[in-house]
T-cell receptor
């Protein structure tokens, strides 16, 4: 009954290190998303995935890598962390993008607070 | 390009009063969806209400309703009979492709007892 979970919830790392944030959903939703939230910017889309093995860039993809080998998992990797990547990261999922002209809501995980020193 | 504007950075409201949170949007697409989310101090993002651009009636979900004025490109959230637990950040967002949500900067609502 977990829904969508993220791990770790808090992470401190150093500049230049590789960091992977995990996201797991139990709803079998087709779509999954990664957002970052910074003060004054609302949420910004980093990457999204429409299905397993299908991923695409969002608004701010530079410095991030994603993969989706299984429907339920969507890890986000910072290959070489920078201070500007200090942020709160949210994973989200939705059933589909649209259905019958209706846009489906996205359900969010609890977030990961990442600090890059 | 789509854009969401939330002009109220912060609001103070007396408990039990109704609250209107403003949201204006800009899009050239005839088909789109509008969403409101709540983010309490604990940090999670909670979906509140959805309005489709072709929906004839304003959306309602319990104490939440959406005042949708399509010609003015306005989608204000109305919370009736506010409660202390309504204190949170509120975000308006728009999607026209079914995947990317474009978000406003949010409104911080504080309910006073």
């Amino acid at each position: 009954d977990a829904g969508i979970t993220q791990s770790p919830r808090y992470k401190i790392t150093e500049t230049g290190r590789q960091v992977t944030l995990m996201c797991h959903q139990t709803w079998s939703h087709s779509y999954m998303f990664w957002y970052r939230q910074d003060l004054g910017h609302g949420l910004r889309l980093i990457y999204y995935s429409a299905a397993a093995d299908i991923t695409d860039k969002g608004e701010v993809p530079d410095g991030y890598v994603v993969s989706r080998s299984k429907t339920e998992n969507f890890p986000l990797t910072l290959e070489s962390a920078t201070r500007s990547q200090t942020s709160v990261y949210f994973c989200a999922s939705s059933r589909t993008g649209t259905s019958g002209g209706t846009y489906n809501e996205q359900f969010f995980g609890p977030g990961t607070r990442l600090t890059v020193l | 390009a789509q854009k969401i504007t939330q002009t109220q950075p912060g609001m103070f409201v007396q408990e039990k009063e109704a609250v209107t949170l403003d949201c204006t949007y800009d899009t050239s697409d005839p088909s789109y969806g509008l969403f409101w989310y709540k983010q309490p101090s604990s940090g999670e993002m909670i979906f509140l209400i959805y309005q489709g651009s072709y929906d004839q009636q304003n959306a309602t979900e319990g104490r939440y309703s959406l005042n949708f004025q399509k010609a003015r490109k306005s989608a204000n959230l109305v919370i009736s009979a506010s409660q202390l637990g309504d204190s949170a950040m509120y975000f308006c967002a728009i999607s026209n492709d079914g995947y990317q949500l474009i978000w406003g900067a949010g409104t911080k609502l504080i309910i006073k007892p």
